[in-house]
């Protein structure tokens, strides 16, 4: 991962939303050169033209589910590879320039998805407020501190720097909902195994085989390998062809894991690597536990049998 000062890292911006907030999570970030981009294709080909050493995107919401563009992003173009993910939970907060009661604010903007994961909470407290839509969680905190409306739903980050009033926290109707982000840059030797660890994925099947898709699935369960994720994506080129996203349990580093992406490519049309990487851990002081593995399907086994293999193709024993 990019750590070095002066390190150029871009994000989907506007300032003030929630990918810089989780961008701002990272040491490493603190100390380099952030710049918003104004939209998930334009972060990513920065990195891949060189303008940026890493860009952080969304890659999925807990209640929205998968963000589209960016999947669609990783499937064309210049391979980039996923160094690390943020998890971070999504807590709108209703501010504005001064502390007024609720039963007072009559227009409240929010971002689209900002209001909708709001909606009951809005219509318990307050009924009779106009919701309007704005472009994102920052312009909400920016058009309510400029007094065109009277509150915002914004991220937390968004507060301070627009000198807003915090009248509710926490008012998502789902309070344990999470966005994932992926922190991506130009191909390299992804970090060392830690134990807990998602291997990344983006499988196009030969849409004129027979189970082709049970076929992939069948190299992963084989070799013990658990699947966290699955998602389709249409390719574009005909109806019927779609790019599978996987994230699978394992390092690349891993013999299994190693086997498994041989399998794949033998099978599959095409096989996009797009990183190993540990998972997303709420703690960093707690140790990986390592994963239970069925008995025959540990490093070791694999390493066992392939030297196995070997006796029996040089001396026959």
């Known amino acids: ?39 998930v294709p334009e972060a990513l080909e920065a990195v891949r033209s060189g303008a940026a050493d890493a860009a952080l995107v969304p890659l999925e919401n807990s209640v929205g589910g998968a963000v589209t563009v960016t999947l669609d992003e990783l499937a064309v173009g210049s391979p980039l590879m996923i160094t690390r993910e943020v998890v971070i939970p999504v ?8 502390l007024i009661p609720l039963e007072q604010i009559r227009t409240v903007a929010a971002h689209p998805q900002a209001s909708a994961q709001c909606r009951n909470w809005l219509l318990a407290n307050m009924p009779d407020a106009t919701v309007v839509d704005v472009l994102s969680n920052a312009a909400a905190a920016i058009s309510a501190a400029a007094g065109e409306y009277d509150a915002a ?29 992926a922190l991506l840059t130009r191909p390299a030797a992804p970090a060392e195994p830690t134990g807990d660890d998602i291997t990344s994925l983006a499988v196009s099947i030969r849409h004129d085989q027979v189970g082709a898709l049970l076929a992939v699935l069948t190299e992963l369960s084989v070799r013990g390998i658990n699947l966290s994720r699955i998602e389709s994506r249409p390719t574009g080129e005909q109806l019927g062809t779609y790019v599978f996203f996987l994230d699978c349990t394992g390092h690349i580093a891993e013999s299994r894991m190693g086997e498994a ?13 797009l990183g190993s990487f540990a998972r997303h851990r709420w703690s960093t002081a707690a140790a990986a536990e390592p994963l239970p593995t069925t008995a025959g399907l540990t490093d070791a086994d694999f390493a066992d049998s392939a030297a196995w293999l070997n006796r029996l193709r040089t001396a026959g024993a």
């Open 153 to 181: 739903i914004c991220a937390p980050i968004g507060v301070p720097r627009n000198n807003l009033t915090v009248l509710a926290d926490k008012i998502s109707d789902r309070a344990d909902a999470v966005t994932r982000f």
């Open 261 to 273: 992406l041989q399998g794949l490519r033998r099978i599959c049309a095409d096989v996009r690597f």
């Open 1 to 39: 991962m990019p750590g070095t000062p002066g390190t150029r890292f871009v994000y989907l911006g506007p300032e003030g939303t929630f990918t810089e907030q989780a961008l701002r999570t990272l040491s490493a970030a603190e100390h380099g050169v952030r710049t918003p981009a104004r939209s």
């Open 91 to 98: 807590e709108f907060q209703l501010a504005a320039p001064t």
